[in-house]
């Protein structure tokens, strides 16, 4: 994207700063929100923004150049013939010839320092959010602590059979199954001693000149402690209610009594809620879930995290008729078993995640007149917004350490992230921040980073917090670097593959091998299916088995059930326990997912394609008529998943991968869209502000940015759908003027 990108008729609009034109929406923000709220002059801010746009522009420029020469000089490699076998010793050394697989350096250990507890020390659910959907942005916030009971109640965990139904009014049969459910949970995360939390009559507290203990009494009298007495954290009172703070793997567990409340009357002991510390940590995304074109848009995703990292961000709405505000929760204080006060954050620690090197904004142009790449001014301002958390007063920071927490995507390869470190450096100087204050989490969704993840951790050693997995980036990636290898394998039969599962215990390996445990997170990938949270609960232990101690969910709800997996899991020995297995094999992370399609049917072409091509446009009709970067989107058997940009990159790559090795035809695919609009439509026929597809397809800009996404795919630097969404939403943007 370019200057001729810029609407030429708010050109004369531009405020000219030095040798930099800003958009008059951000230079307002800037200027008139976020300056005040940090106390920095504004000569300062714009000579130092257009000081480190001017240093270090060229160089992503030349980045971006290396993607495309190493992408060309492999599709070239492919292009030549081979012989019928999959020569891998050739690719391989191929790969190292280019500099594509970089020289392994010496054994390190990552050296971060100043890291707050919930990302070094304590493993737990993480979300992902929208930044720009206030109400969204602050939900997430607040799920650091969650009822049990109605995560439960609300989903289908407890099944609505013998009849546990959830329609109507509260089902006691259905709320006697829930607290049957949590004490279950209590007694595997904090047994009594001898008996089941089942059996308590009464809890209560035994306080003495040494500090205070935490009892369970029975119907026969008798009293009885903890199995593990050191789990009692503290206690809160407040008339005829009680609630004990305990902790399991350094998660909290708060027992709600009260024998006064609808619930805790009927309840075992009269427990009210069992609270769960839920979403330890929360990304709150300005990338893949996130629809921002312009500077508009972009301006509401910095306010709304100014206002996060200020506390003070507030959303209203209508919910059931009645209008309901959100604000981001207050500290929780208890009595610490000494005597002491306890307090404790009542918001998870947000992270905020950047976007990647490619693309560039409207916001600011620099002095050719050109748009000046959107990585750097999300570093700059989102540096800005968080440095107001040290100036917040009446609750804890969001970083109690004063760290600022960045998580950086899409990134390719050492060169890359050493980039990213050599940027944050300048945004560090550029307010005159302690080096290394702005931390990183390197998102492990391409194929360079994956097989180069050692030099990629060694080039910010000292500022890494976070590596994670991605199936659906990493496997668009994949796609688009071997596109012109053969076709691959129908998605379902690729997640079967080896590379799969080398790529899943690469990372985990790397990050243990690398010194990251105790330091920072070690993260899996998002639970895709919001409504389906058993299937959820009896899947997704996996992945603090696999060593993770962070994994992404899609909603507060399933944040609280998630957590049940890391009071299950003790993350860190786990982790002890891999780092004395074997290393994933790197050969099987670079064996593309290829294969002989002669074998599948007409019927399983179509097939394949249908569910592509209803995905992409489920997405994409959302992304360029509503603007919505992330929302729970009908599957082709109309199951709600949630979807981002990842999603759409696997889809779209896979049909062009088959339309370039001719397993299916324009025509055919085109044929899909029309076929599957149809079914979109449908789906959609609930939403007042949908607009059809199918009615019109050559005025549908939705429609044309879905096709444009498959039959230009081979074409998209690395395969990414951003360039092509941008285009067209603003086409619609501009429509919607009009």
């Known amino acids: 994207m370019d200057s001729a990108t810029v609407d ?86 191929f790969l190292k010839g280019i500099g594509y697989l970089a020289d392994a350096g010496e054994p390190f250990e ?54 546990q139904h959830r329609d109507g009014d509260y089902n006691p049969t259905r709320g006697a199954a829930v607290i049957r459910y949590a004490t279950a949970f209590l007694d595997r995360a904090i047994p009594l001693d001898g008996v089941s939390h089942a059996d308590v009559n009464q809890y209560g507290l035994d306080r003495s000149d040494a500090g205070t203990d935490f009892l369970a009494a029975l119907a026969n009298g008798e009293t009885v402690r903890l199995a593990n007495p050191q789990q009692f954290v503290g206690f809160a009172e407040a008339d005829d209610r009680c609630a004990y703070l305990l902790r399991n793997n350094g998660l909290h567990i708060e027992i709600q009594v009260n024998a006064d409340d609808p619930i805790g009357r009927d309840a075992t002991a009269n427990v009210a809620d069992v609270i769960l510390e839920s979403a330890i940590t929360t990304i709150q995304d300005c990338e893949d879930s996130v629809a921002a074109v312009d500077a508009e848009d972009k301006v509401g995703v910095y306010r709304n995290w100014l206002g996060l990292m200020r506390c003070e961000l507030e959303a209203t709405f209508n919910k059931a008729g009645k209008a309901l505000t959100r604000r981001p929760n207050p500290d929780r204080v208890y009595t610490a078993a000494d ?95 302690e080096p290394n204050t702005i931390k990183v989490g390197v998102m492990d969704e391409e194929r360079r980073t994956t097989v180069n993840l050692p030099e990629c951790i060694r080039a910010v050693k000292k ?60 993260g899996k990938g998002m639970w ?118 990842a999603t759409l990159r696997i889809s779209s790559q896979h049909i062009a991968n088959w339309l370039l090795h001719g397993i299916t035809n324009e025509e055919q695919v085109l044929e899909t869209f029309k076929r599957m609009a149809k079914v979109v439509d449908r789906q959609n026929e609930g939403d007042a502000s949908y607009e059809r597809m199918s009615d019109d397809f050559d005025s549908s800009i939705a429609f044309k940015a879905a096709c444009a996404l498959v039959f230009d795919g081979c074409n998209q630097p690395s395969g990414y759908t951003e360039p092509l969404l941008h285009r067209y939403r603003r086409q619609k943007k501009a429509q919607l003027v009009t």
């Open 463 to 522: 500022r890494v917090v976070f590596i994670n997995t991605g199936f659906l980036d990493r496997t668009g990636d994949e796609i688009h670097t071997s596109m012109r290898a053969g076709p691959v394998l129908p998605k379902e039969t690729i997640k079967l593959e080896p590379w799969i599962n080398a790529y899943e215990d690469w990372n985990v390996d790397i990050g243990i091998r690398c010194g990251l445990p105790g330091k920072a997170q070690i």
């Open 8 to 93: 030429l008729m708010s050109i004369d609009d531009r405020r000219p700063v030095g040798a930099l034109s800003i958009s008059p929406v951000f230079f307002n923000f800037i200027e008139q929100e976020l300056l005040p709220a940090i106390d920095l002059a504004p000569d300062v801010f714009w000579s130092g923004l257009e000081s480190l746009i001017s240093e270090l522009t060229p160089i992503n420029r030349s980045l971006l150049a290396v993607r495309d020469e190493l992408q060309q000089r492999i599709d070239d490699w492919h292009s030549e013939p081979q012989g019928a076998e999959w020569q891998h010793a050739e690719y391989v050394e």
């Open 528 to 645: 895709p299916k919001p409504d389906e949270m058993r299937q959820m609960m009896e899947t997704k232990q996996a992945h603090p088995e696999a060593g993770a101690n962070c994994a992404w969910v899609p909603s507060p709800t399933a944040a609280t059930l998630h957590v049940m997996h890391y009071h299950a899991v003790n993350v860190r020995q786990r982790q002890q326990a891999l780092a004395k297995r074997e290393l994933a094999s790197l050969d099987d992370i670079l064996t593309p997912p290829l294969g002989d399609l002669s074998r599948l049917s007409a019927n399983e072409i179509q097939a394949e394609l249908d569910n592509n091509a209803q995905g992409l446009l489920g997405y994409v009709v959302r992304w360029i008529d509503q603007g919505v970067g992330c929302s729970k989107v009908p599957d082709i058997n109309d199951v709600g998943l949630m979807e981002d940009r």
């Open 339 to 433: 005597g002491s006060t306890l307090e404790l954050s009542g918001r998870s620690l947000m992270l905020v995640r950047n976007v990647g090197h490619l693309m560039t904004t409207d916001a600011v142009l620099d002095g050719a007149g050109d748009e000046i790449f959107e990585g750097m001014l999300d570093a700059v301002v989102t540096t800005a917004c968080a440095m107001t958390d040290r100036r917040r007063e009446g609750q804890q920071p969001n970083s109690s350490t004063g760290s600022i927490y960045i998580v950086k995507p899409k990134m390719h390869g050492p060169e890359e992230v050493a980039f990213t470190d050599q940027l944050f450096s300048r945004v560090e100087d550029m307010f005159g921040l």
């Open 110 to 163: 990552i050296e971060t320092t100043n890291v707050d507890a919930e990302i070094a020390e304590v493993a737990g659910p993480q979300l992902v959010v929208p930044v720009n959907n206030a109400r969204f942005a602050i939900n997430a916030a607040n799920a650091r602590w969650g009822s049990l009971y109605d995560a439960l109640y609300g989903t289908d965990v407890i099944d609505e059979e013998n009849g």
